[in-house]
């Protein structure tokens, strides 16, 4: 069910998302889900989140359903934990048009903007409306086995097509709208959207991208030619990697979802016909961000 993303702003059913066995989540999760209630919001409780929170906390009282349901019927979703709990969730409704809503009960938290203590502080603006909404593009991606396809997934951060647990090198090859861009032996290649270039990209030597813009990033992952750098692409070409020679060579979406390729295998990418949109509170700057989780501002300690 596509409806749009109009419906965040009077919210009447909000769905609640947790990374699983937390004590803290739990806490927080109850602590939610009573206030929203309180609020004449129906509330339903990811079903995997209920099953292992519920043996802390109490959450009979609450709908419990998966995330085709809520995709259907929920206005929101508010996601309690770490970047990894947005992701999943992330690639899970974006088919749906579910926006969503980030309390951070992880270390970092690029994506998830609300401090665990501001929570309930927060929520009064987000039911009237005050939180900005902002699009967030997604890479889908699909894997070709002679001339087959044997899978397909979305994700928001990256794929990363990598060698495996085996210390060799892999080898592709790099086509850009067909066009055959360069051989690389590496120990792989990360395809990152604009939101991903904090996370894996960032930690190869990736730039940052602001996620308002249009673009792809590809990094090599130590690439054995040091002329083999970063690039940035727009985000309606079509990329594909080809791989020549491997030992054990794999594929990840968003670093959550992993699957085997041989070589011959094809990884193909494109920017996804879907999009997810994260709900900011007031006052929400992404350069803020930046310098805070980045400690950008920090001075050096020591005597």
């Given at each position: 069910?596509?409806?749009?993303?109009?419906?965040?702003?009077?919210?009447?059913?909000?769905?609640?998302?947790?990374?699983?066995?937390?004590?803290?989540?739990?806490?927080?999760?109850?602590?939610?889900?009573?206030?929203?209630?309180?609020r004449g919001v129906s509330v339903f409780i990811e079903r995997e989140t209920a099953e292992n929170i519920g043996k802390k906390v109490d959450?009979?009282?609450?709908?419990?359903?998966?995330?085709?349901?809520?995709?259907?019927?929920?206005?929101?979703?508010?996601?309690?934990?770490?970047d990894g709990t947005m992701l999943n969730a992330a690639r899970r409704l974006a088919r749906y048009c579910v926006p969503l809503v980030g309390v951070n009960q992880g270390r970092l938290g690029f994506m998830t903007d609300i401090a665990r203590d501001d929570m309930l502080t927060c929520m009064d603006d987000l039911l009237d409306g005050r939180f900005d909404p902002e699009n967030r593009m997604l890479l889908a991606a699909e894997v070709t086995r002679d001339g087959k396809e044997i899978a397909s997934n979305m994700a928001l951060n990256d794929v990363v097509v990598d060698k495996g647990a085996i210390g060799r090198m892999i080898e592709f090859e790099l086509f850009i709208d067909g066009e055959f861009i360069y051989n690389l032996r590496s120990d792989g290649l990360i395809v990152s959207t604009p939101t991903g270039s904090t996370a894996y990209s960032m930690s190869a030597g990736g730039?940052?991208?602001?996620?308002?813009l249009t673009g792809i990033a590809l990094v090599p992952l130590c690439p054995h030619a040091l002329t083999n750098r970063p690039i940035i692409v727009n985000d309606n070409t079509d990329i594909e990697l080809?791989?020549?020679?491997?030992?054990?060579?794999?594929?990840?979406?968003?670093?959550?979802?992993?699957?085997?390729?041989?070589?011959?295998?094809?990884?193909?990418?494109?920017?996804?016909?879907?999009k997810i949109c994260f709900l900011h509170p007031p006052g929400y700057s992404y350069f803020a961000m930046l310098r805070q989780k980045l400690q950008w501002s920090e001075r050096p300690k020591g005597p």
């Amino acid at each position: 069910m596509n409806r749009g993303f109009a419906s965040y702003r009077s919210p009447r059913t909000i769905a609640l998302v947790g990374k699983y066995h937390s004590q803290e989540i739990a806490e927080s999760l109850r602590r939610l889900a009573e206030y929203l209630y309180e609020r004449g919001v129906s509330v339903f409780i990811e079903r995997e989140t209920a099953e292992n929170i519920g043996k802390k906390v109490d959450l009979s009282r609450w709908v419990t359903c998966g995330f085709n349901d809520i995709g259907a019927h929920a206005d929101l979703a508010i996601v309690l934990g770490g970047d990894g709990t947005m992701l999943n969730a992330a690639r899970r409704l974006a088919r749906y048009c579910v926006p969503l809503v980030g309390v951070n009960q992880g270390r970092l938290g690029f994506m998830t903007d609300i401090a665990r203590d501001d929570m309930l502080t927060c929520m009064d603006d987000l039911l009237d409306g005050r939180f900005d909404p902002e699009n967030r593009m997604l890479l889908a991606a699909e894997v070709t086995r002679d001339g087959k396809e044997i899978a397909s997934n979305m994700a928001l951060n990256d794929v990363v097509v990598d060698k495996g647990a085996i210390g060799r090198m892999i080898e592709f090859e790099l086509f850009i709208d067909g066009e055959f861009i360069y051989n690389l032996r590496s120990d792989g290649l990360i395809v990152s959207t604009p939101t991903g270039s904090t996370a894996y990209s960032m930690s190869a030597g990736g730039p940052i991208l602001n996620p308002t813009l249009t673009g792809i990033a590809l990094v090599p992952l130590c690439p054995h030619a040091l002329t083999n750098r970063p690039i940035i692409v727009n985000d309606n070409t079509d990329i594909e990697l080809r791989i020549v020679s491997a030992d054990d060579p794999r594929v990840h979406f968003d670093g959550q979802v992993t699957l085997d390729l041989l070589p011959g295998d094809s990884v193909r990418l494109r920017r996804s016909e879907h999009k997810i949109c994260f709900l900011h509170p007031p006052g929400y700057s992404y350069f803020a961000m930046l310098r805070q989780k980045l400690q950008w501002s920090e001075r050096p300690k020591g005597p």
